[in-house]
């Protein structure tokens, strides 16, 4: 197969990049920067799909997986918040037009998306059919998502997946957190009480590839570990796996004053049901935080 992915230059799509082409499969790169590597059969075309059309010849694939957006993790000011929107949505509505305007019809447009779709969701269970929640996060979420569904008039069958926070090695969460625990300054983030819904690197490029591949999948699916778990519980897991303590918590109120409207997602509980992979038997190689965790550090 030919398969284009945008932002396949990041921490989820150079990985992604390599497992399709280990699976004998061309890969077309769309991305401001190039893959880190000068991998074997992989083409790169460097565009920001917000400014520029979408590559002549780009289309010209089976699959497309949409992984542009700029990180979150930044201070949210009303620019910022723009583009963490428009980043998102506006290239994934620029493919899918180019689709509708194009004679060649990709089959499958699998996008990202996230759990901060469901906002604050305390104690509950969330899988697919749960509403979505009222904070800004979870309004961006609701937009990429219907811009994304456009792909089904364009003929093809769409695939949302709403990520859980990634740990892996290289890049991530794990690489924000690893210097801290190992200054001994680690620990929970506010009451520690809240859910957190998480996947290890090598489960999610398998559930991209799931997505690509298996037509049972449409709509969006909660590309995360079956067995969530508490931030604290999370925060000991690291400590032990660095052995170091996990014992100074982050206080709400100092999140607020460092990261400021981006602190309501850092301390929002969500647990996250991977409902639709759990119907399909999808077999996870990390599932536990522990070995997730191991295998990481």
């Known amino acids: 197969m030919k398969i284009t992915i945008t932002g396949g230059s990041g921490f989820i799509g150079s990985k992604l990049s390599e497992l399709f082409l280990s699976l004998g499969h061309e890969v077309l790169v769309l991305d401001i920067v190039p893959p880190n590597k000068n991998l074997e059969r992989i083409d790169f075309i460097k565009v920001n799909l917000l400014k520029e059309s979408v590559p002549q010849g780009a289309l010209e694939c089976d699959a497309i997986v949409h992984l542009a957006g ?154 995360v570990s079956p067995y969530p778990v508490y931030n604290r519980d999370f925060a000991k897991a690291v400590g032990k796996a660095l052995h170091r303590p996990a014992l100074i918590p982050a206080p709400k109120f100092a999140l607020k004053i460092v990261l400021g409207e981006l602190a309501n997602a850092v301390l929002v509980s969500q647990r996250v049901i991977p409902k639709k992979l759990s119907e399909i038997n999808f077999t996870y190689s990390y599932p536990k935080i522990k070995e997730a965790l191991e295998e990481s550090i």
């Open 70 to 223: 700029v990180n979150i993790f930044s201070r949210w000011t009303e620019n910022y918040k723009k583009l963490i929107l428009e980043s998102r949505t506006k290239t994934a509505s620029a493919l899918i037009r180019a689709v509708k305007n194009s004679h060649h019809k990709p089959k499958v447009f699998v996008s990202a998306s996230a759990v901060g779709y469901y906002g604050e969701g305390g104690e509950k269970e969330l899988d697919e059919s749960s509403g979505s929640g009222n904070d800004f996060l979870a309004f961006v979420c609701k937009q990429w998502e219907e811009t994304a569904k456009a792909a089904e008039d364009a003929g093809m069958r769409w695939v949302s997946l709403r990520t859980g926070i990634v740990i892996g090695k290289g890049g991530g969460v794990l690489s924000k957190l690893i210097p801290v625990f190992k200054m001994f300054l680690g620990g929970p983030i506010g009451s520690g009480k809240q859910w957190f819904s998480w996947v290890h690197l090598d489960d999610i490029i398998n559930i991209y590839k799931t997505a690509v591949f298996d037509e049972r999948l449409t709509g969006p699916i909660n590309a």
